[in-house]
T-cell receptor, first 114, second 111 residues
Framework: NAGVTQTPKFQVLKTGQSMTLQCAQDMNHNSMYWYRQDPGMGLRLIYYSASEGTTDKGEVPNGYNVSRLNKREFSLRLESAAPSQTSVYFC?????????????FGDGTRLSIL | RKEVEQDPGPFNVPEGATVAFNCTYSNSASQSFFWYRQDCRKEPKLLMSVYSSGNEDGRFTAQLNRASQYISLLIRDSKLSDSATYLCVVSRGGSARQLTFGSGTQLTVLP
């Protein structure tokens, strides 16, 4: 009963370093999402993938890239990390037809950029 | 003005109390409404959808007031396990891009 699995759970980077956050779901969901959550703010959508082979920008895409590798996996890449990208990142997935609101979240990646 | 606004709290209530949270939204074209629950340092989880006629799920009651553009969540007979942050979520349509999360209301239920 894994659901949505994110790796890593914690990461500390130096400014300018790159890294990829991994997300995989085993529920055969079509749609997947990447959010960031900052103190005092709601979750903000970075990118999403409505179905395998498609990706779209969300509210805050700058500084990020994504890859929908297959139906299960949706990765988020920071090419040149900046302190403003310090945040908690959540991956989520859903079936279409559920109002496109994410039903299942991973347990998050806590990322600090020094 | 934020698109979705919630009183951040914290709300500290004794066990057994009734507590209510409101959430206001600015876009009158909003179509779907939800409450999520988020425990400390954990992922959000869907608590319940909010329907136009209002709906209940056990001790939880959600209501929608389209004219005043707010939704509410009422928790009766609060339990210690209800302590969490409650997120209001509003959807303007069928695209994930049109989904907006509130910043949450923190509830602590005291023994």
């Amino acid at each position: 009963n894994a659901g949505v699995t994110q790796t890593p759970k914690f990461q500390v980077l130096k400014t300018g370093q790159s890294m990829t956050l991994q997300c995989a779901q085993d529920m055969n969901h079509n749609s997947m999402y990447w959010y960031r959550q900052d103190p005092g703010m709601g979750l903000r959508l970075i990118y999403y993938s409505a179905s395998e082979g498609t990706t779209d920008k969300g509210e805050v895409p700058n500084g990020y890239n994504v890859s929908r590798l297959n139906k299960r996996e949706f990765s988020l890449r920071l090419e040149s990390a900046a302190p403003s990208q310090t945040s908690v990142y959540f991956c989520a997935s859903t079936y279409p037809g559920q109002g496109n609101q994410p039903q299942h979240f991973g347990d998050g990646t806590r990322l600090s950029i020094l | 003005r934020k698109e979705v606004e919630q009183d951040p709290g914290p709300f500290n209530v004794p066990e057994g109390a009734t507590v209510a949270f409101n959430c206001t939204y600015s876009n009158s074209a909003s179509q779907s409404f939800f409450w999520y629950r988020q425990d400390c340092r954990k992922e959000p989880k869907l608590l319940m959808s909010v329907y136009s006629s209002g709906n209940e799920d056990g001790r939880f009651t959600a209501q929608l007031n389209r004219a005043s553009q707010y939704i509410s969540l009422l928790i009766r007979d609060s339990k210690l396990s209800d302590s969490a942050t409650y997120l209001c979520v509003v959807s303007r349509g069928g695209s994930a891009r049109q989904l907006t999360f509130g910043s949450g209301t923190q509830l602590t239920v005291l023994p």
